[in-house]
């Protein structure tokens, strides 16, 4: 049976105490992670300079090492029982002085109580691997009960040192390690929280900034499209006032317009309708000229003017330059052109011409003379219903009407006078047939088409002049609302603005929340370990120091 395993170092890692070359070196690779330090000598001899050496340097090298040291093979002192106490006495004094006096690493009485002891490794070897109580004594010098007491002793305090260090190394590094975290931690904390602050206060200044710019931007907004709806209708108002104005001038130059109309005409019943298709068109389009003439100047001045001052107004609340550009570059319609749309086509569609020869002193004719007289206006209309029929009736009746004036002025006054008037009467009959030539049948055409379409004008000037306005109200609402809609995207910017202002203040108020939730969970981390460094790492170094 085997009573003591031993293990062979696979390479030599351990140059030994007495050599100078690199000894910082490999103290350092080797040495710097220990917790204790064993100095065994033998009881025949004392501590040598190389140990002395050696250890100072690990004191230099590490701050308070744990050195114990072992006067071992002290079962050799029981031949000499007389010089025991004396031998003992010198070791321990030369023991303390290396470990009190040289090395300064604890009190006098600590280090003979806790840190030298005499011992015999053989013994305790002996005495853990053998069965006592079969086997004898021997090998057991006297007094072997005392130096197992004193090796179990040594036992306890590596035990204890080695448990204590291990707190005090690692525990304390860690817990030294964790504080330094924790300040730092806590500073990182405390810089986030005070920048977050001051970020939140410039946005919540920035915040009341926006919203008062977007306050001023509603009010301007407001004041903008009710000055602009104003300028508008009282542009439109004075352009339905120029229309009307100039159109009834226009109505009545109609007669002179119309003679101005030189197609030839032909009294020839499939010819009229022709000549009156070319008449509707040539008078619309000199009418919409003449109006195009007269008022296309004075209207597109005023719509300048309205345009510009729309134009600088929203200018003067945008911010950005872009959008000015943006704004400068909308360019009212170049083809904007106000349509009349008169359509005197449709406009004198029931007109009905009546250019049958009459005969200006038939009794007829005199008649309608006299109802023109009463109700001029209605005379245009109803005398164009006139149709051929009715001419013939009304000569055969003037026929014979006059023959029954002829027959009461012959008896009245004799049938020389009667045939000297029938004479005159038929004389004037006679020319006014020879002069109702085709010219004179366009002259009445063109007098009943004048009076017949001039009633008709004048009903349409209300509709003609309200349908002008209402074009350049549209236009100037058309371009009004797109000047303003660069106003609405500066708008809808800001309101976006001031929700990212309002998301960044929420967020800043949750990094300060949860910063100071942090700083708190460290104060109570940092009780921990100060409650642990007290209980643990300060009371082992007071009662060590003790």
């Known amino acids: 049976m085997n009573v003591v395993d031993i293990f062979y170092l696979r390479s030599l890692i351990y140059p030994g105490i007495d050599v100078s070359v690199n000894l910082d070196e490999w103290i350092e690779k080797y040495c710097l992670d220990a917790d204790v330090f064993v100095l065994v000598i033998s009881a ?14 690990v004191a230099e090298r590490l701050s308070n090492p744990n050195i114990f040291i072992l006067m071992n093979r002290w079962d050799a002192t029981d031949n000499e029982p007389e010089m025991v106490e ?22 006098r009485k600590e280090a003979a109580e806790h840190r030298m002891f005499f011992i015999s490794a053989r013994e305790a070897l002996l005495n853990r691997n053998v069965d006592i109580s079969t086997l004898s004594k021997s090998g057991f010098n006297k007094a072997y009960k005392e130096r197992l007491i004193e ?35 806590c500073e990182t904390i405390t810089n986030i929280i005070n920048k977050s602050q001051t970020i939140k206060q410039e946005s919540s200044e920035k915040l009341i900034e926006t919203e008062d710019r977007n306050n001023f931007l509603e009010r301007e907004l407001i004041l903008i499209t009710e000055l602009a709806k104003e300028k508008i209708r009282y542009v439109s108002e004075d352009v339905y006032q120029r229309v009307a104005q100039t159109l009834n001038d226009e109505i009545k130059r109609l007669y002179t317009l119309i003679e101005e109309f030189d197609r030839p ?45 729309i ?11 872009e959008r000015k550009l943006f704004v400068d570059s909308i360019i009212p319609r170049s083809d904007f052109a106000i349509s009349y749309r008169l359509d005197c086509s449709n406009l004198c569609s029931d007109f009905h011409e009546d250019i049958q020869f009459k005969f200006s002193l038939g009794l007829t004719s005199l008649w309608e003379n006299f109802v023109q007289n009463q109700n001029k206006s209605t005379n245009y209309i109803s005398s ?3 149709n051929s029929s009715n001419d013939l009736f009304t000569t055969s ?52 088409y004048a009076d017949y379409i001039s009633a008709k004008m004048k009903l349409i000037v209300d509709l003609t002049s309200g349908n002008a306005s209402a074009q350049v109200h549209q236009e100037l609402s058309m371009y009004f609302a797109q000047t303003i809609h660069y106003v609405a995207m500066e708008k809808d910017d800001i309101l976006d603005n001031i929700q990212e202002i309002k998301n960044e203040i929420n967020h800043l108020k949750s990094y300060i929340d949860k910063g100071k939730k942090l700083t708190k969970q460290i104060d109570k981390i940092d009780n921990e370990l100060n409650q642990f460094a007290k209980q643990y790492l300060l009371t082992d170094s007071t009662n060590t120091t003790h």
């Open 151 to 185: 090796f179990n002793k040594f036992e306890h305090e590596f035990e204890k040192c080695i448990s204590k260090t291990a707190v005090k190394t690692k525990f304390e590094q860690h817990t030294n390690r964790g504080k330094e975290i924790l300040i730092l931690l």
């Open 265 to 309: 005409f032909s009294s020839d019943y499939n010819q009229i309708p022709l000549y009156k298709q070319d008449l509707h068109r040539w008078v619309e389009q000199q009418l919409g000229t003449n109006l195009q003439n007269r008022l296309h100047t004075t209207l597109y001045n005023s719509l300048d003017i309205v345009h510009s001052e």
């Open 311 to 321: 134009k600088e107004r929203i200018k003067s609340i945008l911010l950005t330059n």
């Open 44 to 57: 025949e001899a004392t501590i040598a300079g190389a140990e002395k050496k050696f250890l100072h340097h």
């Open 384 to 386: 164009s219903l006139l």
């Open 86 to 107: 004396l031998v003992k006495q010198q070791h321990l004094d030369r023991g303390l002085e290396f470990l009190c006096d040289e090395l300064n690493l604890c009190q």
């Open 397 to 448: 009746k003037s026929s014979l009407v006059t023959l029954g004036i002829s027959a009461l002025i012959w008896r009245s006054i004799g049938w020389k006078m009667v045939a000297i008037i029938g004479s005159i009467y038929g004389s004037l009959y006679l020319y006014e047939r020879l002069m109702w030539t085709k010219k004179a049948q366009e002259r009445a055409f063109k007098r009943q």
